[in-house]
């Protein structure tokens, strides 16, 4: 019987998992319903897929921290370690249209591992900008 490799995106045991947190990026999360959802889940920007990855579940609140493994297939920077989502108290429609998103076929080829100075564009956007008081800085 073959074994699991025992490294992290390939096993899930306890160690495993936790060397995936220790090294995740964080992405800042979005409470919201996105167009033809219907409950508020945590909408991240994977500036890899230039698109929004859906995360949790009705449950989730500005302030939790979330571990998940991204929905970018075997070719993301983010398939062995996941990323930890920072869920912020901006509503997701405040950033929904700020982010300019790869088109269908435009997935098809970063899920292939390919890319074009057209997903290399949308790769460079900025990303969603929080307003001050939500990473405690100060408004005057």
Request: with cysteine; proline share 8%; charged share 20%.
């Amino acid at each position: 019987m073959a074994t699991q490799p025992h490294q992290p995106g390939a096993c899930f045991c306890g160690n495993c998992m936790t060397c995936a947190r220790l090294n995740a990026p964080t992405l800042y999360g979005f409470l919201g319903k996105a167009p033809g959802t219907s409950f508020v889940q945590v909408y991240a920007w994977c500036p890899h897929c230039a698109n929004w990855h859906r995360h949790g579940d009705d449950t989730n609140r500005a302030g939790d921290v979330l571990h998940r493994y991204a929905h970018c297939g075997q070719h993301g920077p983010y398939r062995k370690t996941g990323y930890l989502i920072t869920v912020t108290s901006t509503p997701l429609a405040e950033v929904w249209g700020r982010m300019r998103r790869a088109s269908p076929a435009q997935r098809d080829a970063i899920s292939e591992g390919r890319s074009t100075s057209a997903i290399e564009r949308l790769r460079r956007q900025p990303l969603p900008m929080l307003r001050p008081e939500h990473h405690g800085g100060r408004t005057v």
